[in-house]
T-cell receptor, first 113, second 112 residues
Framework: DAGVIQSPRHEVTEMGQEVTLRCKPISGHDYLFWYRQTMMRGLELLIYFNNNVPIDDSGMPEDRFSAKMPNASFSTLKIQPSEPRDSAVYFC???????????FGNGTRLTVT | GENVEQHPSTLSVQEGDSAVIKCTYSDSASNYFPWYKQELGKGPQLIIDIRSNVGEKKDQRIAVTLNKTAKHFSLHITETQPEDSAVYFCAASTYNNNDMRFGAGTRLTVKP
């Protein structure tokens, strides 16, 4: 089991550029979550999917953020255009079902200058 | 929605001593309480969890206690070792993971 795989590990970009973060969940896990971690706000849930369908995106900060899950083994989080305040560590997590622990990836550290 | 408070924010102990981290939650409907350990450069990893029908759970040097009446739960680490140094997060949720809320984290340092 390779665990949840995220890429890239680090991303540095200039304000206004488009950023795409990628996630491969653990095979067989029906739920996928995107979290953002900052010193000020801690771990925040952005959006989660069940069987590739977005269920709750109320945590997405604004329209600049979008997430997709085209199939059971791949998800993307896109920020367009990026802003310095988007700088954070973005985590993807998956779980086989409700009432089960989350399995986190190692995150993508995003820096927007 | 659920609000999880965690304290202390930092904790320093001598190797071999015990460490205790406490959390409170606001939603009485919460029934699942996991604890995660996050090492530098890595994602949070589950170390232990407890459900509302249990008051205490232990796994080797780690134990968690839950007081549903007072809406608080605690993590206890005994015989601490330097490799226990990390940031620890508590969390609370109802049956659905989508409403899992995390505490702000506790940075634990174990001095050799």
């Amino acid at each position: 089991d390779a665990g949840v795989i995220q890429s890239p590990r680090h991303e540095v970009t200039e304000m206004g550029q488009e950023v795409t973060l990628r996630c491969k969940p653990i095979s067989g896990h029906d739920y996928l979550f995107w979290y953002r971690q900052t010193m000020m706000r801690g771990l925040e849930l952005l959006i989660y999917f069940n069987n590739n369908v977005p269920i709750d995106d109320s945590g997405m900060p604004e329209d600049r953020f979008s997430a997709k899950m085209p199939n059971a083994s791949f998800s993307t989080l896109k920020i367009q255009p990026s802003e310095p305040r988007d700088s954070a560590v973005y985590f993807c997590a998956s779980t086989p079902g409700q009432d089960s622990p989350l399995h986190f990836g190692n995150g993508t550290r995003l820096t927007v200058t | 929605g659920e609000n999880v408070e965690q304290h202390p924010s930092t904790l320093s102990v001598q190797e071999g001593d015990s460490a205790v981290i406490k959390c409170t939650y606001s939603d009485s409907a919460s029934n699942y309480f996991p604890w995660y350990k996050q090492e530098l450069g890595k994602g949070p990893q589950l170390i232990i969890d407890i459900r509302s029908n249990v008051g205490e759970k232990k796994d080797q040097r780690i134990a968690v206690t839950l007081n549903k009446t007072a809406k608080h739960f605690s993590l206890h680490i005994t015989e601490t070792q330097p490799e226990d140094s990390a940031v620890y997060f508590c969390a609370a949720s109802t049956y659905n993971n989508n409403d899992m809320r995390f505490g702000a984290g506790t940075r634990l340092t174990v001095k050799p």
